[in-house]
């Protein structure tokens, strides 16, 4: 295994880390959660630290994915409340519609 694979795969074991503590927190906006945004050809992955209206703040996660920041958050991590949940709500619509299970028919 070459260093990029080594990486790759040290880094998708993070994710699924956070997904199954995404799942622990349950739906909506959660401290702790961990989300990403699609940017360019990756993403953009970021922890929810704080809930506050107008602007919460979330920390960029390097250990996940490098390189890609969301233009929806600040240089400082700050982020539209209003976007935040939009973000979140539609990654977890994305899960309920690929996780379902095929019904025979």
Same mark, same amino acid.
């Given at each position: 295994?070459? %260093?990029?694979?080594?990486?790759?795969?040290?880094?998708?074991?993070?994710?699924?880390?956070? #997904?199954?503590?995404?799942?622990?927190?349950?739906?909506? #906006?959660?401290?702790?959660?961990?989300?990403?945004?699609?940017?360019?050809?990756?993403?953009?992955? !970021? %922890?929810?630290?704080?809930?506050?209206?107008?602007?919460?703040?979330?920390?960029? $996660?390097?250990?996940?994915? %490098?390189? !890609? $920041?969301?233009?929806?958050?600040?240089?400082?991590?700050?982020? #539209?409340?209003?976007?935040?949940?939009?973000?979140? =709500?539609?990654?977890?619509?994305?899960? =309920? #519609?690929?996780?379902?299970?095929?019904?025979?028919?």
């Amino acid at each position: 295994m070459d %260093e990029f694979e080594k990486k790759f795969a040290k880094q998708t074991k993070i994710w699924q880390k956070a #997904l199954k503590k995404n799942k622990e927190l349950g739906k909506g #906006l959660k401290v702790g959660k961990v989300f990403r945004t699609q940017v360019a050809d990756g993403y953009a992955v !970021y %922890e929810i630290v704080k809930i506050a209206d107008p602007i919460s703040k979330v920390k960029y $996660r390097s250990d996940i994915e %490098e390189d !890609y $920041r969301s233009l929806a958050v600040d240089g400082e991590g700050n982020i #539209l409340t209003s976007q935040l949940k939009k973000i979140i =709500e539609f990654g977890e619509t994305l899960d =309920e #519609l690929f996780s379902k299970k095929k019904v025979k028919k």
